[in-house]
């Protein structure tokens, strides 16, 4: 072989070998996957979906902040409510998130509280303030239908008088409208619908309850509580939980 033909041959073998090694390059370095399933029942802010895909919201933002923090790549598994916690039985889903234990019956490992959840009784001002929820008795509060709540139950009982809708911001417009004069949503719900413009004459919200919500983990998954727990408190420490809430309540007050 003369010296230019061994030239080109070099010149050819080193072009073919950064060829394979741009092919090979992305499955040696790719990160490990994160399956987060997400309720399609959900709205914003909790969830807003584009195409059947989960497209904003705190389930999107803070699946991506998790695995952002345990170095994996997040996919999101948008599903029916009832069939989540099958997803999780089969290991079609590592983990679902801003849940509490009793919504969610399964052998599944539960992350510690960490995202803050305020449920509320929103009072239209066209009736006198609630102040405790006996106010609320025998009076049709706007409720969302297969939803459970074991304040108002215990609170009331038989004076629970149920309005069922199918979402919050569907009964929000119930209030708006003058159809009901009260409505049970979450403080974040409540917040994005007055950040959106839609318009409510209400009073200061009478809160229900406060609690931290969780992670629920597939025991079939790929991951485990003491990474997802690192992952948890990393996120907390840093204040993306707190960035995650604002960014769906910027300029409401």
């Not at 969830?47 to 999101?76: I, P, S, W, Y």
């Not at 979402?167 to 619908?193: E, F, M, V």
Request: contains cysteine; hydrophobic residues 40%; proline residues 7%.
């Amino acid at each position: 072989m003369d010296r230019q033909a061994y030239t080109d041959w070099a010149r050819r073998a080193g072009h073919a070998l950064i060829a394979l090694a741009v092919m090979l390059a992305p499955a040696a370095v790719a990160a490990p996957l994160l399956t987060v399933a997400v309720d399609t029942g959900t709205e914003m802010p909790m969830a807003g979906f584009k195409d059947g895909q989960l497209a904003a919201g705190f389930h999107k933002d803070l699946g991506e902040a998790l695995a952002g923090k345990m170095g994996r790549a997040v996919n999101f598994l948008p599903l029916p409510r009832k069939r989540i916690a099958m997803a999780l039985e089969d290991g079609q889903a590592d983990m679902v998130c801003l849940y509490l234990p009793p919504w969610l019956p399964g052998k599944f490992q539960w992350t510690r509280g960490f995202f803050p959840v305020a449920e509320v009784v929103v009072s239209s001002t066209a009736v006198p303030r609630p102040k405790t929820l006996r106010d609320l008795s025998g009076q049709p509060i706007a409720t969302v239908l297969g939803y459970y709540y074991p304040e108002l139950e215990a609170a009331l009982g038989k004076q629970f008088v149920r309005d069922d809708g199918y979402s919050s911001s569907g009964n929000l417009r119930k209030i708006a409208a003058g159809r009901l004069h009260h409505a049970i949503t979450q403080q974040n719900t409540l917040d994005y619908y007055l950040k959106v413009g839609e318009k409510l004459s209400i009073h200061p919200p009478l809160v229900i309850k406060r609690y931290q919500a969780r992670c629920a983990l597939s025991p079939k998954g790929r991951v485990r509580v003491p990474e997802i727990g690192k992952a948890i408190d990393q996120i907390v420490k840093d204040g993306s939980v707190n960035k995650i809430i604002s960014n769906y309540q910027s300029h409401l007050r």
